[in-house]
């Protein structure tokens, strides 16, 4: 069994193939299970608008890629183009580097670390994970927290949400004359809502496919909530629209939004969807009125600041590299556990062995000084017996190296 990542990022990737690949909580823990039913022996899998990820432990990675295009009914050819495979030390370093944020679009951004340990908590709770990706994980925030600590690698890192408010300013100038709607209700969208709520826009509307949700964040930030449902008669209102569901299919679509830009008279619509897969048809881009940015749109706006971050991402590196030969060396000890299970257990029938022999001797007669004497050459002998012999069997460089082995073991110092 090897430890394997199996992946597509926003660097291998584009959108258009990330979001098919992409799970939703919902659907994660049977395809979790789905996985260790039939290729692994333990699985997590992390899934977020840049990354689709699966560590596993298994014999091969191929089967792996093969789930992961069988799962979302896609062709095989579609998807390995895209993926990356990383195996042990790799996979390690990989898993320690993404959760301290140096893997991500933006540099150092922290959301990853959360979106990360939830991922890892569905995968615990759905019983897929075992002793090897536990321990991995464990180390892995491990290393995130002392990355954060030590480093200065999430200063002035720009947000998705930072990002948004960048680019409304660059089309509208002052944000306080709009109205801003925000599609979703989840973690994301309420770190969006949050920084446009600084901003005292002109109203907030929160639309969510249940109104209690969506009217428990529209109070934290003063605005109002609106059913998902009654988004198609609502949306012309709305100069900036940012939307972020699990959703596994377009909410708004182009007819939607060109019924909506002909009531606005043809008013711009400043539009951000940060959902994967995409809340709103690409085909709204092509729109003349509508500017409608995706996360990978928001890549360079994000970077503001990378040089400082660059600076430091050196030390989290150089972090990230010694932790992650410190878990090889906890894993390559695991390995040798077998070994050494069967080494006790062959001393251990020596042992009752000789004892029973000595037992025996006891009771014809024999002094217990005696039988003592006798166990206690036999099991010397006996223990001995394999690595003299291999000691005068071997010739030559062989010899030579098992002597200094030997030595080791038995703590000879002459």
């Given at each position: ?43 997590a899998i992390l899934s977020t608008c840049n990354r689709t990820e699966i560590y596993v432990q298994s014999q091969q990675p191929e089967p792996i890629v093969h789930w ?85 690698i999430g200063a002035n890192s720009i947000s998705m949400a930072a990002a948004a408010i960048k680019l409304a300013q660059r089309i509208f100038g002052n944000i306080s ?92 619509m400043f539009m951000v969807d940060l959902a994967v897969p995409r809340d709103i048809e690409p085909e709204v881009a092509q729109l003349d009125d509508v500017f409608l ?122």
């Open positions: 069994m090897q430890l394997y990542t199996i992946g597509v990022n926003h660097t291998t990737a584009p959108i258009s193939i990330r979001e098919h690949i992409a799970f939703s909580d919902d659907n994660l823990r049977h395809a979790l299970s789905d996985l260790t039913a039939r290729n692994a022996a333990e699985a992961l295009a069988d799962y979302h009914k896609l062709d095989i050819g579609n998807v390995q183009p895209y993926t990356y495979t990383l195996t042990n030390q790799d996979a390690v370093k990989h898993a320690f580097r993404v959760a301290s944020g140096l893997d991500s679009m933006v540099l150092g951004e922290p959301q990853i670390l959360g979106q990360f340990k939830q991922s890892v908590k569905i995968a615990q709770d759905a019983g897929t994970l075992g002793t090897l990706l536990h321990k991995l994980f464990q180390r892995t925030f491990e290393v995130a927290k002392e990355v954060r600590t030590n480093t200065d004359e709009q109205k801003v709607l925000f599609i979703g209700a989840g973690e994301m969208i309420e770190l969006c809502a949050n920084h446009f709520a600084a901003q005292k826009p002109k109203s907030m509307t929160v639309a969510n496919r249940t109104i209690e949700r969506g009217a428990d964040l529209a109070e934290k930030i003063g605005g109002q909530a609106i059913l998902l449902n009654d988004l198609a008669f609502r949306l012309s209102e709305f100069d900036i629209v940012i939307t972020s569901t699990a959703s596994q299919l377009p909410i708004v679509g182009l007819g939607m939004v060109e019924r909506a830009i002909k009531a606005r008279r043809h008013r711009p940015y995706t996360v990978d749109d928001l890549a360079q706006v994000v970077n503001d600041g990378m040089v400082n971050r660059q600076e430091a991402a050196i030390n989290a590196e150089m972090i990230v590299a010694a932790r992650a030969e410190s878990f090889m060396h906890w894993l390559k000890k695991r390995d040798a556990v077998p070994t050494i299970k069967a080494l006790r257990d062959q001393a251990e029938a020596m042992r009752q062995t000789e004892l029973e022999k000595a037992l025996k001797l006891i009771q014809k007669g024999e002094s217990p000084e005696k039988a003592l004497e006798a166990m206690s050459l036999a099991l010397t002998n006996k223990f001995l017996h394999a690595p003299s012999h291999a000691l005068n069997l071997a010739h030559g460089d062989e010899h030579a190296k098992l002597e200094i082995i030997l030595k080791q073991l038995y703590q000879i110092k002459n």
